[in-house]
């Protein structure tokens, strides 16, 4: 079996390939996270959305949740007035009546598959320390037995990082981390703002998605895979101080097999590196640097190629808009052509770096800022601005 061979695209993976790009049409600026948490979700793995209030995160976990037919969801926003009762079901008046202290979960987190806790870091002690068997063994004792919990992923979603070590073994819990900031295209903008057609909902029966999970855990790890991560990647890592369990390391191989297998390959290969960050950083403050580091030890050309559309981001970020003013307009007009020079030798250079995955995708970012200057250009002209 060979890396890079695309694997046969089952009736099941169709769907889930369908679901996917439903929910990119509906999200602008989501593709990446939705394709981790749909990964997330392949996987088994437990999943922290960060971003501030307003950025879609608990609509983009709940569009999650529906879209997968026949499983059980729960959602809840947790602060510190929220019970165990809301979260695990009430006490059974009729268990107590013959001595015993047992719940009535119907409905409730340990008979979901997928939840969300929104704002997960407000709710108590008593509520997070129940939490953490049910995530990490799928069980919850009740009263005197042990509830074996469908639960495939749970979503935690908060405005805020974790304040305070008590919190730390839940953080832990969370194999994915996600940052969602505001929309940041101007199109998009306008998209989000101007457009009223509702896009319908594509789904998948929970049937579908376990027989994804079974193809997803068969993608090959190819030793030569592994070497690059023992040998590479963990060691400049943990010189960085960025070290992780062994409970994490193993999570993130299987996370990777089912980032793979939705990317359509039946074998895990170096371009599918670029999620570590993702299921690395404690702040996402990190983030960059971690980035950095893992392009770097484990694929030197796409590690130059996000150089590159970094320096084009910044060109054109530095470019500002244009006046009014004739002799500014005029001004703006010469900085413009430079900054095009400039990206049209970057793309050159992309062109010698050769035809993978991450090199193409430099291509397309700066070919799409090269576009962004001139409709800026051609309005100039147009209106006279």
Partial sequence: MKAQLAVAKTPSLGRLHS???????????????????????????HVFVLGPPGTGKSALASAIVTSIEGTTGFTWLMSKFTTPEDVFGPLSLQAL??????????????????????????SNSAILNACLTLMNERQFMNGTATLECPLITLIGASNELPDGDDLEALFDRFALRLVVPYIADPDNVRRL??????IPAATMTLDELVACQDEANAV???????????????????????????????????????????????????????????????DPASRAA??????????????????????????????????????KRAEWLSAASLVGDELDSMLKELQGLGTSR????????????????????????????
Avoid at 98 to 121: C, M, N, S, Y
Avoid at 193 to 198: A, G, I
Wanted: charged share 30%; hydrophobic share 45%; with cysteine.
């Fill in 19 to 45: 679901v996917r790009s439903s929910l990119r049409a509906r999200f602008l600026e989501r593709d990446h996270v939705i394709d981790l948490m749909l990964t997330a979700v392949l996987a088994r793995v």
């Fill in 97 to 122: 009546q013959q001595g015993r202290f047992e719940r009535l979960t119907t409905k409730k987190l340990p008979e979901a598959h997928v939840a969300l806790l929104d704002e997960i870091f407000k």
């Fill in 193 to 198: 703002l101007s457009e009223k057609t509702t």
């Fill in 220 to 282: 090959e790890v190819p030793d030569a895979f592994i070497d690059v991560i023992v040998n590479a990647v963990k060691p400049k890592l943990e010189e960085q101080g960025v070290r992780a369990s062994d409970r994490r390391w193993q999570q993130i191989v299987r996370f990777l097999q089912a980032y793979a297998y939705l990317d359509g390959k039946d074998a895990v290969s170096i371009d599918h590196c670029d999620v570590l960050p993702d299921l690395l950083w404690r």
């Fill in 290 to 327: 971690i980035t950095a580091t893992v392009a770097g030890a484990s694929n030197p050309t796409a590690a130059r190629a996000a150089e590159i559309v970094d320096a084009a981001k910044e060109k054109v970020l530095n470019l500002k808009t244009p006046e009014r003013d004739p002799q």
């Fill in 358 to 385: 991450k090199v193409l995708d430099a291509a397309a970012s700066i070919t799409k800022l090269k576009k962004r200057i001139a409709e800026q250009v051609n309005a100039m002209y147009s209106t006279g601005a």
